[in-house]
């Protein structure tokens, strides 16, 4: 029977939690004007990438200037006449102290006075309004990101009560991950949250093929899913070369933990029995089971906690018409076959 063997390897095994996630932008903003009036002019290019404050869309604004005008008209008419009562104020005073005037007519000017001063000041928070009410004619962007499709064009009529607004604005720079591990993972992952580590985490594509970007764990939930026993969890990426988009689907890796010096072999090489798990041997030629305590998996290689030491070879291919005793050719790498042959390792664990 022809098989191949690989030796187990000491080497520091990262410990990951795999789960499937979903991107998810850090802000999405739908901007809608704060005023209604007719759409005058709009800046931008669908898809662009936008910086906070950068103006999008332009509201025609000679209606709000002329508002402006009237409440600044308004002001200064009311200015004037308070001028004109404080100063009839400071000639009662005096008429007053001479005795020429009723106490009367002193206190209705005083109050005259003060009317007007409080007219004043809503006068000047009609300007203040007017002038708010202007600068909104120019739609700005609330936050930077990627801008949507337009939906609407120039020349329409909008108003600040529309809810489909004129275009969302999605933050992906950075941009988050959210993912759920299962109740039963969830130990490690807050020891080392609890810990201040930083946790790091991998997206990769659906076919796990290709890693699209690296970030690091953020947040933990409150708070089990008791329908699903999971938690869920939002890792943060830079994503500077935009490989993550909203909505996509990845599978997320996400490292707890590192093993130190653990005995690896492949996960291909590990067979599951009624006796429970196991890999085969060569011991004289003959094949031959050795159960093995098996922890972590990453990479296509496994950690064997037990059974098995640094330079151990076990059977890797060959494996479907393996049994315990049956002779066995080891096949080279380069497909030539020799008889079994006892390892250094091997003989030392037979006591030879």
């Not at 030796?7 to 990951?16: F, G, H, L, Q, S």
């Not at 000679?62 to 001028?83: D, I, M, S, Y």
């Not at 953020?218 to 008791?226: E, G, K, R």
């Not at 653990?262 to 996960?267: E, F, G, L, N, Y």
């Amino acid at each position: 029977m022809p098989v191949r063997v690989v030796p187990a390897a000491v080497e520091d095994m990262a410990v990951e939690v795999k789960a499937i996630g979903t991107v998810a932008p850090m802000n999405t903003v739908v901007v809608r004007s704060r005023v209604d009036g007719l759409l005058h002019s709009v800046l931008f290019q669908e898809g662009e990438r936008v910086e906070a404050g950068e103006v999008l869309a332009e509201i025609d604004p000679e209606p709000f200037r002329v508002a402006l005008a009237q409440a600044e008209g308004t002001l200064q008419q009311n200015l004037a006449q308070l001028k004109n009562a404080e100063s009839d104020l400071a000639i009662y005073k005096r008429l007053f102290q001479q005795d020429s005037i009723a106490r009367q007519q002193l206190d209705a000017q005083e109050a005259l006075v003060n009317q007007l001063r409080g007219t004043l000041m809503t006068n000047r928070a009609q300007v203040d309004n007017a002038k708010l009410q202007l600068s909104y004619t120019k739609i700005t962007a609330p936050i930077g990101g990627r801008l949507g499709l337009r939906r609407i064009d120039a020349g329409n009529l909008i108003a600040s009560g529309d809810t489909e607004g004129l275009v969302t604005i999605t933050q992906t720079q950075p941009i988050a991950v959210q993912f759920t591990v299962p109740e039963v993972q969830l130990a490690d992952v807050r020891a080392a949250h609890r810990a201040g580590r930083l946790l790091a985490v991998e997206a990769w594509d659906r076919s796990e093929r290709q890693m699209l970007a690296e970030g690091v764990l953020t947040t933990l939930d409150n708070q089990i899913d008791i329908a699903t026993g999971t938690l869920r969890l939002k890792a943060q990426f830079e994503n500077e070369d935009d490989a993550l988009f909203p909505n996509q689907f990845v599978n997320v890796r996400l490292r707890v933990r590192t093993l130190e010096g653990a005995v690896t072999i492949p996960a291909d090489a590990v067979q599951y029995g009624a006796q429970g798990t196991y890999v085969y041997m060569i011991v004289d030629g003959k094949a031959t089971v050795r159960p093995v305590s098996l922890g972590p998996t990453s990479g296509g290689r496994i950690a064997v906690t037990e059974s098995l030491t640094k330079g151990d070879e076990v059977v890797l291919e060959g494996l479907d018409r393996l049994r315990e005793g049956r002779e066995v050719t080891i096949v080279k790498e380069g497909g030539s076959g020799s008889p079994a042959q006892n390892t250094p390792a091997q003989r030392q664990n037979r006591g030879g």
